[in-house]
């Protein structure tokens, strides 16, 4: 099946959404995984979206993952839309973010 998207608005938020709308993101391993290019704003939310009622993710580890580049109109050449991630905390306690690169092994920065 065919899909359509319209960017920015036309697909999922992302490939790996961490919202914390119920509970604080706490604890999470996301390792050795292939990250498509989508039409969403960001291929990943690591957890610490200001507009949740949950904000402070806290142990989200991103090890050695591979994020696909998006081919143009999309600008910049990125995972998502907007970005490759967002709402992830380099600063809150236990937040790791190691050995991620793009496709083309360029590597890719939180």
């Known amino acids: 099946m065919q899909r359509s998207d319209f960017p920015p608005d036309g697909g999922c938020s992302a490939d790996l959404t961490?919202?914390?709308?119920?509970?604080?993101?706490h604890d999470n391993l996301i390792e050795k995984n292939l990250f498509k290019a989508t039409t969403g704003g960001f291929c990943a939310y690591g957890?610490?979206?200001a507009s949740?009622?949950?904000p402070?993710?806290?142990n989200i580890v991103f090890k050695d993952?591979?994020?696909e580049r998006a081919a143009a109109p999309q600008h910049p050449p990125s995972c998502g839309y907007y970005g490759t991630i967002s709402d992830?905390?380099?600063?809150?306690p236990g937040?790791?973010?190691?050995?991620?690169?793009?496709?083309?092994?360029i590597p890719a920065l939180p």
């Open 18 to 25: 961490g919202y914390g709308d119920f509970t604080t993101i």
């Open 47 to 49: 957890g610490s979206s």
């Open 52 to 54: 949740k009622p949950y």
């Open 56 to 58: 402070n993710a806290y």
């Open 65 to 67: 993952n591979v994020f």
């Open 88 to 92: 992830f905390n380099v600063n809150a």
């Open 95 to 105: 937040n790791v973010w190691t050995n991620n690169a793009f496709d083309n092994g």
